[in-house]
């Protein structure tokens, strides 16, 4: 009989231990999931417009040059990361950083002019003997568009707050458009060649006709090399960005492209972008510059989108 008494005790102790066990999983499961909703949370806050280090931006780019278009798709993918470990208890290592982007814009030119002068063109016979002919001097205007598809890839080092060197590296596939336009000045119709000694005359450079355009495109591959400075300034709902690099250029006919263009030298880029930060707009502009040459500009306007936020833009 006691044997059995003692039975029934264990057997109650034993059930209240374990009900008393599940009581305890079940208060603690309200815990798990409020800690889960807040790790998933930071994870958002993370991926919005203003945190996350992926922004996507597309606009236009504006060329006021073009005989055809005067914008053009502007888009870019970016990461920047001025201090990629920030824990780090190293503050060389602290400082280090990562400035990346993906992008396609068109840039454009300061019209040049050619002063041509030309040999005696004959356009009537006055006798037997001798020619009527006129001379004058070709005037030509070009003007040149780029198309850049473009890579860079710049490690950052953290010189003061807001303030950052740079180590530039860019590949850029460039397709560029020159415009023609011919005109004629100087002309003088009263001239007299006896026919003995008129030639006709052979320009190379004479491909068209006065007072039309025409457009020569070639495609090159150009790799960029540099160092630089960038400033990265948080105002008041605006993010100011600024950078200046110098360093050296190589390029080459891209995929053998007949018409490019072997060519090198220095350059120096000035890029300029104003971020308007609850929106998202964008405003930039940029100028490219080959020592010895004419600058060429980029401006452009463009909507900034996190990766996440972009996905949501798309699905609405």
């Not at 040059?65 to 602290?94: C, F, G, H, V």
């Not at 016979?125 to 890839?153: C, M, P, S, W």
């Not at 006896?194 to 006709?200: I, R, T, V």
């Not at 020569?216 to 090399?225: A, D, G, S, T, V």
């Given at each position: 009989?006691?044997a059995n008494?003692?039975?029934?005790?264990?057997?109650?102790?034993?059930?209240?231990?374990?009900?008393?066990?599940?009581?305890?999983?079940?208060?603690?499961?309200?815990?798990?999931?409020?800690?889960?909703?807040?790790?998933s949370?930071?994870?958002?806050?993370?991926?919005?417009?203003?945190?996350?280090?992926?922004?996507?931006?597309?606009?236009?780019?504006?060329?006021?040059?073009?005989a055809?278009?005067?914008?053009?798709?502007?888009?870019?993918?970016?990461?920047?990361?001025?201090?990629?470990?920030?824990?780090?208890?190293?503050?060389?290592?602290?400082?280090?950083?990562?400035?990346?982007?993906?992008?396609?814009?068109?840039?454009?030119?300061?019209?040049?002019?050619?002063?041509?002068?030309?040999?005696?063109?004959?356009?009537?016979?006055?006798?037997?003997?001798?020619?009527?002919?006129?001379?004058?001097?070709?005037?030509?205007?070009?003007?040149?568009?780029?198309?850049?598809?473009?890579?860079?890839?710049?490690?950052?080092?953290?010189?003061?707050?807001?303030?950052?060197?740079?180590?530039?590296?860019?590949?850029?596939?460039?397709?560029?458009?020159?415009?023609?336009?011919d005109?004629?000045?100087?002309?003088?119709?009263?001239?007299?060649?006896?026919?003995?000694?008129?030639?006709?005359?052979?320009?190379?450079?004479?491909?068209?006709?006065?007072g039309?355009?025409?457009?020569?495109?070639?495609?090159?591959?150009?790799?960029?090399?540099?160092?630089?400075?960038?400033?990265?300034?948080?105002?008041?709902?605006?993010?100011?960005?600024?950078?200046?690099?110098?360093?050296?250029?190589?390029s080459?006919?891209?995929?053998g492209?007949?018409?490019?263009l072997k060519?090198?030298?220095?350059?120096?880029?000035?890029?300029?972008?104003?971020?308007?930060?609850?929106?998202?707009?964008?405003?930039?502009g940029?100028?490219?510059?080959?020592?010895?040459?004419?600058?060429?500009?980029?401006?452009?306007?463009?909507?900034?989108?996190?990766?996440?936020?972009?996905?949501?833009?798309?699905?609405?």
């Amino acid at each position: 009989m006691k044997a059995n008494i003692y039975l029934f005790i264990f057997f109650g102790l034993l059930s209240s231990t374990a009900y008393s066990q599940a009581d305890d999983r079940v208060d603690t499961l309200p815990e798990k999931i409020i800690k889960f909703q807040q790790k998933s949370d930071s994870l958002n806050d993370h991926l919005n417009t203003k945190q996350s280090p992926i922004k996507f931006s597309v606009g236009a780019s504006f060329d006021f040059l073009s005989a055809r278009s005067k914008t053009d798709l502007y888009y870019d993918i970016n990461l920047i990361m001025p201090e990629i470990w920030q824990s780090d208890p190293n503050k060389y290592w602290r400082n280090i950083g990562l400035d990346f982007s993906f992008y396609q814009t068109r840039l454009f030119g300061d019209s040049t002019v050619k002063d041509l002068e030309q040999a005696p063109k004959a356009f009537a016979a006055l006798n037997l003997d001798t020619l009527l002919a006129e001379k004058y001097t070709l005037v030509r205007q070009e003007k040149t568009t780029f198309e850049n598809i473009g890579l860079f890839l710049s490690p950052t080092y953290k010189l003061r707050p807001n303030l950052f060197g740079i180590l530039h590296s860019e590949g850029i596939i460039q397709s560029t458009t020159l415009y023609l336009e011919d005109g004629f000045t100087n002309i003088d119709s009263t001239l007299k060649i006896a026919y003995k000694d008129y030639k006709e005359p052979e320009n190379t450079e004479r491909k068209i006709r006065p007072g039309e355009k025409k457009p020569e495109r070639q495609k090159n591959f150009r790799y960029f090399l540099g160092l630089g400075i960038m400033l990265d300034l948080p105002l008041s709902g605006v993010n100011f960005r600024l950078k200046t690099i110098v360093g050296y250029m190589k390029s080459k006919p891209w995929l053998g492209n007949s018409s490019g263009l072997k060519d090198e030298g220095f350059f120096y880029n000035v890029n300029i972008q104003i971020i308007e930060m609850n929106a998202g707009f964008k405003l930039g502009g940029e100028v490219r510059y080959r020592f010895n040459e004419f600058p060429y500009y980029s401006i452009f306007i463009s909507k900034q989108f996190s990766l996440s936020k972009f996905g949501e833009f798309i699905s609405k």
